[in-house]
């Protein structure tokens, strides 16, 4: 009787630990946090680019320009030493383009941003001839955008959503409008590109005939584009 006993408790401590085992093997693995807070790229009124990173306590930032993709890189990991939370760098557009990857390596998560705008000097060439003064874009780590800009005075501003090119438009022109600083947040969907377009509409100054003179030329800067992994 007490071997028979013995048998039952061990087949019931056996069934127990496996049990056990079983229910830690089914619980959900906690994501790592994400290194990299927030970041704001600000293009000042000159046209000269920079960008602010909050990163998290005890991270490393190395930042390099990747030659072969031409991308301005900022990799984040985790360190021993106590770093700087708020970090600034100014940012050089080559040939109209601002490209920027982040790799956070303690989240494996990879985001991108990239710009299409004039490089600084062709900005100061360009200052008469345009409607937007200063403006920057900031992530959150909800992940929403916070857009805000600056424009000249008597610049009119109307915001429109092109369905069809999935484009959130800023539309400027010359008007009578006294309001000059505008913000707005946008949401970016995990794996979707978030687009926003500058769009100015310009006078056409080459027309002979002032009757056909109008706001016929547009151009469309800056391009901003955010999207997840590698490519966009």
């Known amino acids: ?6 048998a039952s408790l061990v087949v019931v401590a ?6 056990c ?9 906690e994501e790592s946090e994400n290194a990299l807070k927030s970041y704001k790229i600000k293009r000042d009124a000159t046209g000269a680019y920079s960008i602010d990173l ?10 390099f320009k990747n030659e072969e993709t031409n991308k301005n890189e900022f990799h984040f990991y985790e360190s021993d030493n ?3 939370k708020k970090q600034s760098k100014e940012l050089l557009i080559d040939d109209q383009e601002l490209s920027i990857g982040f ?6 998560k990879k ?17 008469d001839d345009t409607f937007l003064s200063e403006y920057s874009i900031t992530s959150n780590e909800d992940g929403t955008y916070d857009l805000d800009f600056t424009v000249k005075n008597q610049t009119t501003v109307d915001f429109v959503y092109n369905q069809e090119a999935n484009i959130y438009e800023i539309h400027l022109e010359k008007g009578k409008s006294s309001e000059t600083t505008f913000s707005r947040n946008f949401t970016k969907l995990e ?13 056409n100054l080459s027309s002979k005939s002032l009757s056909q003179r109008s706001f016929a030329l547009v151009s469309r800067k800056p391009k901003i584009s955010s999207y997840d992994g590698n490519d966009n």
Do not use: W
């Not at 056996?14 to 049990?19: E, M, Q, Y």
């Not at 085992?21 to 693995?29: C, D, K, W």
């Not at 941003?113 to 600084?120: A, C, K, T, Y």
């Open 111 to 127: 985001s991108n941003i990239s710009i299409i705008d004039d490089n600084i000097e062709m900005a100061k060439k360009n200052l």
């Open 14 to 19: 056996v069934l127990t630990l496996s049990a």
């Open 54 to 63: 909050d990163v998290d306590e005890n991270v490393k930032t190395q930042a």
């Open 21 to 29: 085992s079983s229910n830690e093997s089914i619980l959900p693995v």
């Open 191 to 203: 794996g979707e590109v978030l687009r926003i377009d500058f769009v100015n509409h310009l006078l």
């Open 1 to 6: 009787m007490k071997i028979t006993k013995l």
């Open 103 to 108: 790799v956070d390596n303690r989240s494996n």
């Open 82 to 84: 106590l770093t700087s």
